[in-house]
């Protein structure tokens, strides 16, 4: 047994979900039952006589799924039929680089991070963990892929496959979490991104990735491995991410994974308040009594970066919604809200959101520890705004990606910010969304010296 593997049976903080020694109870003259099933099997008999790539997945997954579920049925069913995403149509991340999506598992997550934007969005519809994350159609993804390399024909999104556009893993839900042993849905995506050359970038709070099962089905030239660590402090870890594997084990996945290979990336997004805002940057700053400070986020958490040889850093600042602020008060007891300044002019009436100047602060600290320890730095700018896109590239290792995986990753040569907005409109029922910025293909690192933000700031959140 590897160290990895080790040292999670030593620390058993990850949420069993659903336990593995589960019992299916089945009425036998109800076993044929499973119209879900017998259709997916369909599919892929015949994907497996059309296609070259030749699939081993056990489709038995799906049939148990759909057999426990059969008297209580899942709100949406019992897989999840939206495959792909192609997000940077939304107003407030239509410069991300990667933003052509893709989810394994969804409806939920395992990790129920009390801070997830995804969580507070769903949990409002009765759709969050309601009861636990389904698998997606793996047969969509197949087909998608055949249709798009081994034919000439038309389908939804046959033209971005057929550019390459790297594939973001993770972003409603956690595609590696510790289910996947039992479904391995993730594991069929690696193998089918292997066969077809096909670049990708993986967003993920999990060690799973970093056992061998999983890299041996990884391709570090195809893949960048971003792991999200918001906190050093494993006492409020465990209460704000009571699914996910510490924060220590994080950083031993990310040290194993840059040893055999691959380019990966702490994200620390999103980044918490320390102090209220203005602390920091505002001289006229007062507070009566003592200052609140709120001890997860840190800029020391550099140094254990540095420590686990973890050559690059990104990093966003967090803004939340009311539901997600309220939920974090309830798992650490501390009042996050009151960091916040609310005086009329914010960029959304519904999320909460640190000055500019304060947000530039906690950067520039970040990024000083990462150049004195030798790390690679960028900024993601989701949720803040598209003035932070541009405005802060001067703090940008690779001005050339916000995430850091052009020049680093050889397959990485196109990006969903290239895909012309009228493009994108298709892949949304949102079709009255306006193209907010006259800067929407101007390449990057040209006026980083100037610092020029000019019409850049960013629109109003409108609450789509």
Avoid at 74 to 98: P, S
Avoid at 372 to 390: D, S, V
Wanted: glycine share 4%; net charge positive.
């Amino acid at each position: 047994m590897d160290s990895l593997n080790s040292n999670i049976i030593m620390q058993p903080n990850v949420i069993p979900f659903p336990a593995t020694n589960a019992k299916i109870l089945i009425n036998t003259e109800d076993e044929a039952s499973t119209p879900v099933y017998d259709k997916l099997i369909d599919e892929a008999a015949y994907l497996d006589k059309a296609s070259k790539y030749q699939s081993s997945f056990d489709y038995t997954s799906y049939r148990n799924l759909e057999l426990r579920y059969k008297d209580r049925p899942i709100h949406g069913g019992v897989v999840m039929k939206t495959v792909f995403r192609l997000a940077n149509f939304h107003t407030t991340c239509q410069q991300c680089l990667y933003s052509f999506e893709i989810d394994t598992y969804g409806r939920g997550c395992i990790h129920d991070c009390a801070y997830c934007y995804a969580k507070a969005e769903l949990t409002v519809h009765g759709m969050w963990n309601n009861p636990i994350p389904v698998p997606v159609n793996l047969n969509e993804i197949r087909k998608a892929f055949y249709t798009a390399f081994e034919t000439e024909k038309k389908s939804k999104w046959a033209d971005l496959l057929r550019q390459r556009i790297p594939l973001r893993i993770g972003s409603m839900s956690d595609s590696f979490m510790w289910m996947d042993q039992k479904y391995k849905v993730t594991q069929e995506l690696l193998r089918i991104l292997r066969h077809y050359n096909y670049p990708y970038i993986v967003f993920t709070r999990s060690d799973l990735i970093a056992t061998e099962e999983y890299m041996n089905l990884l391709d570090p030239k195809l893949c960048s491995i971003q792991f999200s660590i918001s906190s050093i402090n494993e006492e409020l870890v465990r209460k704000m991410e009571p699914g996910a594997p510490s924060s220590a084990r994080r950083l031993k996945a990310l040290q194993k994974l840059g040893e055999a290979g691959f380019w990966t990336t702490v994200r620390i997004n999103p980044l918490f308040p320390i102090y209220p805002d203005g602390y920091f940057t505002d001289p006229s700053f007062h507070w009566e009594g003592e200052v609140p400070k709120f001890d997860y986020s840190s800029f020391e958490m550099v140094d254990a970066i540095a420590d686990h040889k973890v050559p690059a850093i990104l990093t966003g600042f967090g803004r939340f919604s009311r539901l997600s602020l309220n939920a974090i008060e309830r798992s650490t007891g501390f009042n996050l809200r009151q960091m916040y300044r609310r005086n009329g002019d914010e960029k959304s009436w519904r999320d909460f959101h640190f000055s500019d100047r304060e947000v530039r602060y906690y950067y520039e600290q970040l990024r000083n520890r990462a150049k004195a320890k030798n790390i690679q730095f960028t900024t993601c700018y989701i949720g803040n705004g598209e003035g932070h896109f541009w405005k802060d590239q001067d703090l940008w290792s690779n001005k050339k990606d916000c995430c850091n995986v052009k020049g680093r990753v050889a397959s990485f040569k196109n990006d969903s910010r290239q895909v012309p907005f009228e493009t994108r409109l298709k892949f949304t029922n949102h079709k009255d969304v306006k193209q907010t910025t006259s800067r929407l293909h101007e390449e990057l690192g040209l006026h980083v010296a100037n610092n020029i933000v000019s019409d850049c700031e960013g629109p109003k959140d409108i609450g789509l």
